[in-house]
């Protein structure tokens, strides 16, 4: 390990074989490579096309566009990653993690994850009385357990608009209408697909893909043994709680998703943000 007193800038023909521990902050030349971890008491500034091993920093860390973590890297503060990064097994950030266009990861930890800027369509709810979610079900193919929830065999349709209460296991696919809302959790032994602008207040899981729709909100963990699409603007999780992002296969998530707590997808993710809410890191 090669301790550095104050800060450091790293240059392109650099090329130290050791751990560096910068007791200041660390700005990082545009194409440089650090072939060993860095840990860093301040905060770090990564150009474009820079590969590290892994990086640890007190403070906030800024990855310039295309960016490449082989490992982890981890912040006290946040992270800001811009377009057509690669962060490694891990990435965790203190405060924030906010995420570019084409950004790929497995893990993303935080109190807030944000793609691109954190902007959603507000939609005026008239207040529509819960009906029980029963009222919603075939009843010659449905029946509810001891617990209240509800259970079928075949798919189960929330209309637009409508509102209803209590938790649902579905043989077939579950499909919430737009702006609707169910008090309750859900669960699918195949596809969970929620309509622009809905509002799930519990938990969802679904055996194949999990779509959440435009503007649309989760507010527990999210899980499925397949896919997980979150549109733009759509949300999982509440600011100050804990949840979880979990997929078997991908995540794809789209410009302004936010999401609270852990991001975990076996087979990768990917953002799709949109050109104008990328993040513009500062690249030497």
């Known amino acids: 390990m090669k301790t550095i007193e104050g800060s450091l800038d790293f240059r ?23 072939v060993k971890e860095a840990l860093v008491a301040g905060s770090a500034k990564v150009g474009e096309g820079v590969r590290l091993r892994a990086l640890k920093a007190a403070g906030s860390i800024d990855l310039g566009p295309r960016v490449t973590i082989e490992r982890w890297i981890d912040t006290g503060a946040r992270l800001s990653v811009s377009d057509g990064c690669q962060l490694g097994a891990r990435a965790t950030a203190g405060k924030e993690i906010i995420l570019g266009a084409d950004v790929q990861f497995h893990l993303l930890s935080a109190p807030c994850i944000v793609v691109g800027s954190a902007e959603s369509q507000s939609y005026e709810r008239h207040s529509v009385p819960s009906r029980p979610v029963a009222e919603f079900g075939n009843p010659s193919r449905c029946r509810p357990r001891a617990d209240g929830a509800l259970l079928t065999v075949s798919d189960f349709i929330i209309p637009d608009g409508a509102s209803a209460a209590g938790d649902v296991i579905a043989r077939g696919d579950i499909r919430i209408g737009r702006q609707a809302t169910i008090r309750g959790s859900l669960h699918s032994e195949t596809d969970v697909l929620i309509g622009e ?15 959440l729709g435009e503007n649309a909100v989760i507010s527990e963990h999210a899980l499925t043994a397949g896919a997980a699409i979150i549109e733009s603007g759509a949300r999982v999780g509440s600011p100050g709680r804990i949840t979880t992002l979990l997929a078997d296969q991908f995540v794809e998530l789209n410009a302004g998703a ?25 690249a030497n």
């Open 12 to 34: 392109r023909v650099d090329a130290p074989g050791h751990i560096l521990d910068v007791l200041g902050d660390l700005r990082v030349e545009s194409g440089a490579t650090i």
């Open 197 to 211: 602008g809905a509002v799930i207040t519990g938990s969802v899981y679904a055996e194949r893909t999990l779509h």
């Open 258 to 282: 936010i999401l609270y707590g852990r991001i975990v997808s076996a087979h990768g993710g990917v953002t799709r943000a949109a050109q104008n809410t990328s993040v513009k890191a500062v």
